[in-house]
């Protein structure tokens, strides 16, 4: 069966303060992997694909990275605007698409 | 480029009611998706179209809900009868069919039922 797992499930860091969030996944036949933000009573936001273990992709403060068993979001110096849930979510061979829990960022000024 | 559009975007209705949700997906979009997003937990696939056609609806509770999109554009999700746990956000997503498959998702409908 098909499983991601994101951790922390909330994060608070002082502005400023970089850390990671963890995506970790089981899913048959991965053909790429899906970075969102979402704001509190909006949609979520498209911010990376990652398609193979190895490939990494920079947007801002966000970095994103690939294994074959994990990805990770990468926050340097964040700021108060970055604070938002981040959704990972692998898209499998059987075209499906499939959301983590998030990870809930809080930034302090 | 005009977003994925959704009406209404806050909805509360009685148990045992009926609603109904609008999404009219990003132009040249032929995959159309429904999710449902309970407070706290990612969204959930309920049904997937490529044009007029389902190609998956297996987490869809088609004894309440049903959904349908005509002309291979906008869609319409229906709940009938609502029940309390059906108190989510609706979320509407559309992609391309191939090549590249990141989905971009409307703003939601809130829904409560009391």
């Known amino acids: 069966e098909d499983q991601v797992t994101q951790s922390p499930e909330a994060l608070r860091l002082q502005e400023g303060e970089s850390s990671s969030l963890n995506c970790s996944y089981t899913?048959?036949?991965?053909?790429?992997l899906f970075w969102y933000r979402q704001d509190p009573g909006k949609g979520p936001e498209f911010l990376f694909t990652l398609y193979s273990a190895g490939e990494e992709k920079e947007k801002e403060r966000l970095k994103a990275t690939l294994t074959k068993k994990e990805s990770f979001l990468h926050i340097t110096a964040p700021k108060p605007e970055d604070s938002a849930t981040y959704l990972c979510a692998p898209h499998t061979g059987g075209f499906k698409t499939i959301f983590g829990a998030g990870t809930r960022l809080f930034v302090k000024a | 480029e005009a977003g994925v559009a959704q009406s209404p975007r806050y909805k509360i209705i009685e148990k045992r009611q009926s609603v109904a949700f609008w999404c009219n997906p990003i132009s040249g979009h032929a995959t159309l998706y429904w999710y449902q997003q309970i407070l706290g937990q990612g969204p959930k696939l309920l049904i997937q179209f490529q044009n007029n056609g389902v190609v998956d609806d297996s987490q869809l509770p088609k004894d309440r809900f049903s959904a349908e999109r005509l002309k291979g554009v906008d869609s319409t999700l229906k709940i009938q009868p609502a029940k309390l746990e059906d108190s989510a956000v609706y979320l509407c997503?559309?992609?391309?069919?191939?090549?590249?498959?990141?989905?971009?998702f409307g703003p939601g409908t809130r829904l409560t039922v009391t």
């Open positions: 899913v048959s036949g991965l053909r790429g």
């Open positions: 997503a559309s992609s391309f069919t191939q090549g590249r498959y990141e989905q971009y």
